[in-house]
């Protein structure tokens, strides 16, 4: 069960992340139509998801890591993250991930506006930035759905299903928002 809501929209709340919701992580950042657009090759056990909860969502405080939920019964069907954030700077980046049990509902982009609205109007940031793989046509709608600008692409950056594939960069400033 996500532990309390954080960020209350109509369409997702955004809860903190509870230990009861480390299965649920585990299970989709092993799942290849998850770890793949993330980039993340190796397998994450039982015992890491823990240890990455412990060191990282807990406790950082240049990030905020939060459940994408259901409105009605709070029912995580995702994940949500402001990272790098670096406020004398005013900037940070964002990136988010859905189990694909959820994918073509919208959630991403209901938890993605909700926590830009967050990030301008509470965290008094400047710029927002996200990456995306080329290969990733679901992600690049959300961000360009929301206004975010392509800035440009680094050619080759990553290795997905046997290929090189570029990755695109997007941002946002807090008045095109």
Request: proline content about 5%.
């Amino acid at each position: 069960m996500p532990g309390d809501p954080f960020l209350l929209g109509d369409d997702v709340v955004l809860c903190t992340v509870s230990e009861d919701d480390l299965s649920f992580m585990n299970r989709n950042i092993n799942n290849p139509a998850v770890r793949r657009p993330l980039t993340s090759t190796t397998p994450r056990t039982m015992a890491e998801t823990r240890q990455y909860f412990e060191e990282h969502i807990s406790k950082e405080e240049d990030s905020f890591h939060l459940l994408i939920c259901t409105p009605d019964e709070h029912t995580p069907v995702g994940m949500i993250t402001l990272f790098k954030l670096a406020r004398r700077e005013g900037h940070a980046e964002i990136a988010i991930w859905v189990d694909p049990e959820f994918h073509g509902n919208g959630y991403g982009t209901a938890a993605s506006r909700l926590i830009l609205d967050f990030a301008f109007s509470e965290q008094r940031l400047h710029r927002v930035q996200t990456r995306v793989l080329e290969t990733n046509s679901a992600s690049q709608r959300i961000w360009e759905k929301l206004g975010f600008t392509h800035e440009g692409t680094h050619r080759d950056e990553e290795y997905d299903d046997g290929e090189f594939v570029d990755t695109r960069y997007y941002a946002i400033l807090e008045d095109e928002w």
